[in-house]
């Protein structure tokens, strides 16, 4: 396409690496996050489920991470690839959910002292009531 519109801009900022944890900037902004927060639940979501969003579930997994594939949140370009996909994560220990599983399980609550958002269950007890 270059060499046939030589004046045209490249809108893409892929790297042509398919498993996004390979890429050194994804990785270290996710090596980042995790050094802050000390968090290793990660929830993730792609264009297409049998590449985008499952070879970094594999990688993330590899590693140590507890991974939750939210498989409706994403494309597949047949339920053959989708339902592949899907075996392959859950086999290899994701923890597969649904938008709609976090939709009802992890809704956001109001914490009226400190007028923040607390994720439940992942706080057991909302910081304004810690000591």
Not at 22 to 40: H, I, M, W
Not at 93 to 106: E, K
């Amino acid at each position: 396409m270059a060499t046939r519109c030589p004046n045209s801009r490249r809108f893409s900022r892929r790297t042509d690496i398919v498993n996004c944890y390979e890429d050194p900037t994804f990785r270290q902004a996710l090596e980042d996050l995790v050094a802050k927060t000390g968090r290793r639940h990660i929830i993730i979501s792609g264009v297409t489920i049998g590449t985008c969003f499952t070879f970094p579930t594999l990688s993330m997994l590899q590693d140590g991470y507890s991974v939750f594939p939210v498989v409706d949140a994403c494309g597949a370009w047949n339920a053959y690839e989708a339902q592949a996909a899907m075996s392959r994560m859950a086999n290899s220990g994701a923890s597969l959910a649904s938008t709609s599983h976090w939709h009802a399980n992890y809704r956001p609550t109001r914490c009226a002292r400190l007028r923040m958002t607390c994720w439940r269950p992942l706080f057991r007890t909302c910081p304004s009531t810690a000591s």
